[in-house]
């Protein structure tokens, strides 16, 4: 017996789209649904814009998920383009009825997501391997992350999250990758290809975070990182006037000429008014491969100088998060795009990384300043 159109539909439910993480029949992406009495079922998709990169992709999805139900002999699917109202009615659907806008939904009052903007004094210490294996564990965990490669000039988290897709354009929406279930928008994914520098001064930068954290569509995240480049320059100051309540983690390793440059960067936030959320080591030390000795290759203690010193910056205390020991596959895996703390979660730098991530986790954000709707009981 050929399956019902409320059987096929009720599989295509199942079918999100890939950018939007969405069910495609409530992003009223189905155009039509044929079935023949001999259970050949021809199915027609809307797709967002003409050579969306998820084309093959949605097309596996509903031809897998249509050929379970019961009767199906076969799956067809028709691809089809949105037009520009339906594109338009798919915006407000997903930015809700007052239509486009421009503003930071993680600047509201009312967001509960997290935000997270992983800075340093210098170059080298491994900040973007930190961010996008916290993106990582944290995604593991069951939290939905998004990540913003802030550091235009040295921009390397598509490389290290294994990103080759540009971002889709829905009208004046930006669709971000999807890597490893964590979203994310880099400039590196806007150049033409090559390795090409950008060469922008500061109003150029700052109208990129902008279209980065309004124009992208990131959906309801848990958490949003933000690898900014290093030192105190432009796109640290707009960070912290377009995002005053994001939450300032510091990288350093254990060497004191870095531990030093590494505090100036932290104590922006003693100018900016935000708060510092801790401080993480990397390169802590090297696992001896012969022994179980650890060997301090770049000296010891400036994770807590670090934390030592912002404290009495701040006058609030400044926790030292964890120390990260040195790990060649945590390179290996930067240069792959597969973050360590999935290819080998139980990697001592793996093990320190996720532990980081659940502390962040588990820190619960201030009600503070949040309408929370409620009203009195009627008598």
Same mark, same amino acid.
């Given at each position: 017996?050929?399956?019902?159109?409320?059987?096929?539909?009720? &599989?295509?439910?199942?079918?999100?789209?890939?950018?939007?993480?969405?069910?495609?029949?409530?992003?009223?992406?189905?155009?039509?649904?044929?079935?023949?009495?001999?259970?050949? *079922?021809? *199915?027609?998709?809307?797709?967002? @814009?003409?050579? +969306?990169?998820?084309?093959?992709?949605?097309?596996?999805?509903?031809?897998?998920?249509?050929?379970?139900?019961?009767?199906?002999?076969?799956?067809?699917?028709?691809?089809?383009?949105?037009?520009?109202?339906?594109?338009?009615?798919?915006?407000?659907?997903?930015?809700?009825?007052?239509?486009?806008?421009?503003?930071?939904?993680?600047?509201?009052?009312?967001?509960?997501?997290?935000?997270?903007?992983?800075?340093?004094?210098?170059?080298?210490?491994?900040?973007?391997?930190?961010?996008?294996?916290?993106?990582?564990?944290?995604?593991?965990?069951?939290?939905?992350?998004?990540? *913003?490669?802030?550091?235009?000039?040295?921009?390397?988290?598509?490389?290290?999250?294994?990103?080759?897709?540009?971002?889709?354009?829905?009208?004046?929406?930006?669709?971000?990758?999807? &890597?490893?279930?964590?979203?994310?928008?880099?400039?590196?994914?806007?150049?033409?290809?090559?390795?090409?520098?950008?060469?922008?001064?500061?109003?150029?930068?700052? !109208?990129?975070?902008?279209?980065?954290?309004?124009?992208?569509?990131?959906?309801?995240?848990?958490?949003?990182?933000?690898?900014?480049?290093?030192?105190?320059?432009?796109?640290?100051?707009? @960070?912290?006037?377009?995002?005053?309540?994001? #939450?300032?983690?510091? *990288?350093?390793?254990?060497?004191?000429?870095?531990?030093?440059?590494?505090?100036?960067?932290?104590?922006?936030?003693?100018?900016?008014?935000?708060?510092?959320?801790?401080?993480? #080591?990397?390169?802590?030390?090297?696992? +001896?491969?012969? +022994?179980?000795?650890?060997?301090?290759?770049?000296? #010891?203690?400036?994770?807590?100088?670090?934390?030592?010193?912002?404290?009495?910056? /701040?006058?609030?205390?400044?926790?030292?998060?964890?120390?990260?020991?040195?790990?060649?596959?945590?390179?290996?895996?930067?240069?792959?795009?597969?973050? /360590?703390?999935?290819?080998?979660?139980?990697?001592?730098?793996? @093990?320190? /990384?996720? !532990?980081?991530?659940?502390?962040?986790?588990?820190?619960?954000?201030?009600?503070?300043?949040?309408?929370?709707?409620?009203?009195?009981?009627?008598?």
């Amino acid at each position: 017996m050929a399956p019902t159109p409320e059987q096929v539909t009720a &599989a295509l439910a199942t079918v999100n789209d890939p950018e939007i993480r969405r069910p495609i029949t409530e992003l009223d992406m189905v155009k039509s649904i044929d079935i023949s009495p001999e259970g050949v *079922v021809r *199915v027609g998709i809307f797709l967002t @814009v003409a050579g +969306c990169p998820m084309r093959d992709t949605i097309t596996r999805d509903v031809t897998n998920a249509v050929g379970k139900v019961a009767g199906v002999q076969s799956v067809k699917v028709d691809m089809d383009v949105m037009s520009a109202e339906q594109r338009k009615t798919l915006q407000t659907k997903l930015r809700g009825d007052r239509g486009p806008e421009k503003e930071i939904p993680f600047a509201k009052a009312g967001s509960l997501t997290r935000v997270f903007a992983v800075a340093s004094g210098k170059g080298g210490v491994g900040k973007s391997s930190v961010t996008v294996n916290l993106a990582a564990a944290m995604t593991a965990s069951g939290l939905k992350v998004g990540v *913003v490669d802030a550091d235009i000039y040295g921009h390397s988290v598509p490389r290290m999250l294994g990103v080759s897709d540009r971002p889709t354009k829905v009208e004046d929406m930006i669709m971000p990758p999807v &890597a490893h279930d964590i979203k994310v928008i880099s400039v590196g994914m806007f150049k033409p290809p090559g390795n090409s520098p950008v060469v922008w001064r500061g109003p150029m930068l700052d !109208r990129a975070l902008h279209q980065f954290l309004a124009d992208v569509y990131w959906g309801d995240l848990d958490v949003l990182l933000m690898d900014l480049p290093p030192g105190t320059g432009d796109i640290a100051i707009s @960070v912290a006037q377009k995002l005053p309540g994001a #939450e300032i983690l510091v *990288v350093t390793t254990p060497q004191q000429a870095a531990a030093e440059v590494a505090e100036r960067a932290g104590s922006i936030a003693a100018q900016t008014h935000q708060q510092i959320a801790g401080v993480i #080591e990397n390169m802590a030390w090297l696992p +001896c491969p012969h +022994c179980d000795e650890r060997i301090s290759v770049f000296g #010891e203690g400036g994770g807590q100088t670090v934390a030592d010193a912002l404290t009495r910056t /701040l006058g609030a205390r400044v926790p030292l998060l964890g120390q990260v020991p040195i790990d060649m596959r945590l390179r290996e895996g930067g240069d792959e795009g597969k973050p /360590l703390v999935l290819t080998d979660p139980d990697a001592p730098a793996s @093990v320190e /990384l996720r !532990r980081i991530a659940d502390s962040l986790s588990k820190k619960s954000g201030s009600l503070k300043g949040r309408h929370l709707n409620l009203s009195p009981a009627g008598r």
